[in-house]
Nanobody
Framework: QVQLVESGGGLVQAGGSLRLSCAASGIIAKDNIMTWYRQAPGRQREWVAVISPAGISTYPDSVLGRFTISRDNAKNMVYLQMNSLKPEDTAVYYC???????????WGQGTQVTVSS
């Protein structure tokens, strides 16, 4: 059974930092595409960081230079380091695994990040 559990969210002031964690079970994170998404109230869910099995990471312009995705293969964990946070980063952050053609993707339950101005 595949399970993704996010943690590390919270309340932080603008300019601060948070590190989100995604604990994976039932899959090997390093063998799959792992993506962090976020969804703010009234807005569509959007991706903020992705890491490939080869370890290549990609980011949208909105977080480029501020967010960093990483993996700990030994712990089967994926992280999202968020620096220089802005109020517009406030959202629920989700971890997702993309397993390939014909296989189901899985999402975590999300963790709330609130950035105060």
């Amino acid at each position: 059974q595949v399970q993704l559990v996010e943690s590390g969210g919270g309340l932080v002031q603008a300019g601060g930092s948070l590190r989100l964690s995604c604990a994976a079970s039932g899959i090997i994170a390093k063998d799959n595409i792992m993506t962090w998404y976020r969804q703010a109230p009234g807005r569509q869910r959007e991706w903020v960081a992705v890491i490939s099995p080869a370890g290549i990471s990609t980011y949208p312009d909105s977080v480029l230079g501020r967010f960093t995705i990483s993996r700990d293969n030994a712990k089967n964990m994926v992280y999202l380091q968020m620096n220089s946070l802005k109020p517009e980063d406030t959202a629920v952050y989700y971890c997702k695994v993309t397993r390939g053609i014909g296989m189901s993707d899985y999402w975590g339950q999300g963790t709330q990040v609130t950035v105060s101005s």
